[in-house]
């Protein structure tokens, strides 16, 4: 998005009371919200008005929610945010695998969502240029994708060639949650699919070298059960 210009959201949710009640607060913060309450309704809304993000409920009454999702992903990269009742470790893994950029659990902080959106939007403007920007930094850790370069605190950490694959994943869909599947497939190839211990192996070597308490990180945050979020701000 342009600088100063307001997003347009969509919200898609069968439940009359909390779509009010996502769309008051959007309303507050100043973005433009539509409203669905079907997948149907949603689609239709998609393609016509184009929206910067969708919100998505997973239970809607006339499919579910992945389904659109899964659909979604064959023609457009809108930036989707679940917002759903459904818990269980295995529903945020199958949302985010099929194409969503984040998954919130009912009942949720007005504050949390505001932010998971700020950070999806972002991503997506990053992600409509010409390419990622070559110098990710957060707090006291920056990491040059270019020159292959990470420092912590001003001082150069060397990384394993994994290592840095690894992290520049995450630099890349920064702020969003990464499943292990997806982290699987970027660095070690699509013939892995369950070797999930690689991930963890590697994800602890790289917080003992960039968290000042690798046992409390600030950077590598774990979704448990799903997989790993690199802090955007």
Avoid at 168 to 173: I, T
Avoid at 195 to 220: G, T
């Amino acid at each position: 998005m342009p600088e100063g210009t307001s997003a347009t959201l969509l919200v898609i949710e069968d439940d009359v009371a909390i779509r009010r009640f996502v769309r008051a607060n959007l309303f507050v913060e100043g973005f433009r919200v539509l409203e669905a309450g079907t997948a149907a309704e949603g689609l239709e809304a998609i393609e016509r008005h184009r929206p910067d993000l969708v919100v998505l409920d997973l239970g809607l009454p006339d499919r579910d929610g992945l389904g659109l999702i899964r659909e979604l992903r064959e023609w457009s990269r809108v930036p989707v945010v679940v917002l759903s009742a459904r818990d269980r470790e295995g529903d945020k893994i199958h949302a985010l695998d099929a194409g969503a950029d984040d998954y919130l659990v009912k009942p949720f902080g007005v504050g949390e969502l505001l932010a998971r959106i700020r950070v999806a939007l972002r991503h997506a403007a990053l992600s409509g240029g010409a390419a990622t920007a070559p110098v990710f930094a957060v707090g006291d850790l920056r990491v040059d994708l270019v020159g292959r370069r990470v420092i912590v605190a001003g001082a150069d950490v060397h990384l394993t060639p994994i290592e840095f694959q690894l992290l520049a994943f995450l630099v890349k869909h920064a702020g969003r949650v990464a499943t292990h599947r997806q982290i699987l497939h970027a660095v070690w190839g699509s013939q892995y699919r369950d070797e999930n211990h690689y991930v963890r192996v590697y994800m602890a070597q790289l917080r003992r070298k960039i968290e000042v308490d690798p046992s409390r990180p600030r950077y590598l945050r774990t979704e448990p059960g799903v997989g790993y979020r690199l802090t955007a701000e």
